[in-house]
């Protein structure tokens, strides 16, 4: 066990900015028993509540990023990602695949970042649009927590901001692997995982 000392960091480093990941229409409007992919109980809860920090995101001027992954309906862009447990998910022209724009709030003024990949990064122009907006801080809400939240943590961290992942307003494809993502996070930036009232208390502050 290391006895480096922890440094501690404010929750919000400079600019903020709120992605809200992969929250999409299929979560409320799919109830099926079986999905293409698996989700840990209480999961559209944890969705509805994402609404609370996009709402206090607005309400404090902090920009809002809604990243949406899509796929070309030829499946030509999946790559090795149905080589897991996923099948196939989020094809253009689906109503599931669109952003949840209307239970999560969306506003003119919003952005959208769509993805091929897990990561928000990967293959878009999100950190384009994160350099204009001068963010340091990235908020993270969506899902799934353990796949496209981790991944875009991951990357985030590797080009210097001080990224957040709000753990009520994110969900996994089970109990465990939430709970695995949010400690390898946490072990990446010390204070990364939040919870939404901490989150929300510090924009109004």
Do not use: W
């Amino acid at each position: 066990m290391t006895s480096k000392p922890k440094q501690a960091r404010n929750l919000i480093e400079g600019r903020a900015a709120l992605l809200v990941i992969d929250i999409q229409k299929s979560t409320f409007i799919d109830n099926s028993a079986e999905r293409s992919i698996d989700n840990m109980p209480g999961y559209k809860d944890r969705m509805i509540a994402a609404r609370d920090l996009v709402d206090a995101a607005h309400d404090n001027d902090v920009p809002v990023i809604f990243i949406q992954e899509v796929h070309r309906p030829d499946l030509i862009d999946f790559g090795r990602e149905l080589d897991g447990d996923e099948d196939v998910h989020c094809l253009e022209g689906d109503a599931r695949t669109e952003i949840a724009k209307e239970e999560m709030g969306f506003r003119k003024g919003d952005y959208e970042i769509p993805k091929r990949r897990y990561s928000a990064f990967f293959g878009t122009d999100l950190e384009i649009l994160l350099r204009g907006l001068k963010a340091e801080t990235l908020i993270l809400c969506g899902g799934l927590t353990d796949v496209c939240v981790h991944y875009t943590f991951v990357d985030g961290h590797q080009s210097d901001y001080f990224c957040r992942v709000v753990e009520d307003c994110v969900g996994g494809s089970s109990v465990a692997a939430h709970e695995a993502a949010l400690t390898a996070m946490e072990y990446l930036q010390t204070g990364a995982v939040q919870t939404r009232a901490a989150v929300i208390d510090e924009m109004s502050g």
